[in-house]
């Protein structure tokens, strides 16, 4: 069965780093595209970061240069690097796992970013 | 790419025919997928390349479209599915998803 869990969200001054991890169980994670999407409170979904199975990654503008997303082949796990921080960042933060043609075939339950003074 | 949908909110009860409608800024041929949120739980996929039932999903739903218009169309709503639905195109590596539309109990 196909299991991703997010840990790692919390509550973080603006302007600090968080590390998101998602462990997945079912499937390789080095075999698939990954990708997070997040939705802030109130709002749609935004796909933030995706990582290919070759290992090139892509990154939305709101994000660029502040977020890495990366793996751990040899723990199955998915990460989100999150610095500089703000307040726009509050959300809650999916993993997924992506078909290789873009759709988003898995999800996690979300883990939750707080980002507050 | 832009994706619109409508309506915003729907009010509907058991056993109605629900249609929601998704459009692109541009075409996206029939890269497009379907989502169901509820809270506390994980999005599920329901429709992939416009039209194909993912795996498991009941029959009740389906998807038709291509190009820039596209809709979901739960044939009989039944009361697991009241929930907020999303499209998504994958033409872009953007992957643009839709506002959302929430189908309530009427």
Request: charged share 15%.
């Amino acid at each position: 069965e196909v299991q991703l869990v997010e840990t790692g969200g919390g509550l973080i001054q603006p302007g600090g780093s968080l590390r998101l991890s998602c462990a997945a169980s079912g499937f390789p994670v080095t075999n698939n595209s990954m990708t997070w999407v997040r939705q802030a409170p109130g709002k749609g979904l935004e796909c933030i970061s995706l990582i290919y199975s070759g290992g090139s990654t892509d990154y939305a503008d709101s994000v660029e240069g502040r977020f890495t997303i990366s793996r751990d082949n040899s723990k199955n796990t998915l990460f989100l690097q999150m610095n500089s921080l703000r307040a726009e960042d509050t959300a809650l933060y999916y993993c997924a796992r992506a078909h290789s043609t873009g759709y988003v075939m898995a999800w996690g339950q979300g883990t939750l970013v707080t980002v507050s003074s | 790419i832009q994706m619109t949908q409508s309506p915003s909110t729907l009010s509907a009860s058991v056993g109605d025919r629900v249609t929601i409608t998704c459009r692109a800024s541009q075409s996206i041929s029939t890269w497009l997928a379907w989502y169901q949120l509820k809270p506390g739980k994980a999005p599920n996929l329901l429709i992939y390349k416009a039209s194909s039932l993912e795996s498991g999903v009941p029959s009740r739903f389906s998807g038709s479209g291509s190009g820039t218009e596209f809709t979901l169309t739960i044939s009989s709503l039944q009361p697991d599915d009241f929930a907020t639905y999303y499209c998504q195109q994958y033409l872009t590596y953007s992957r643009t998803f839709g506002q959302g539309t929430k189908v309530e109990i009427k």
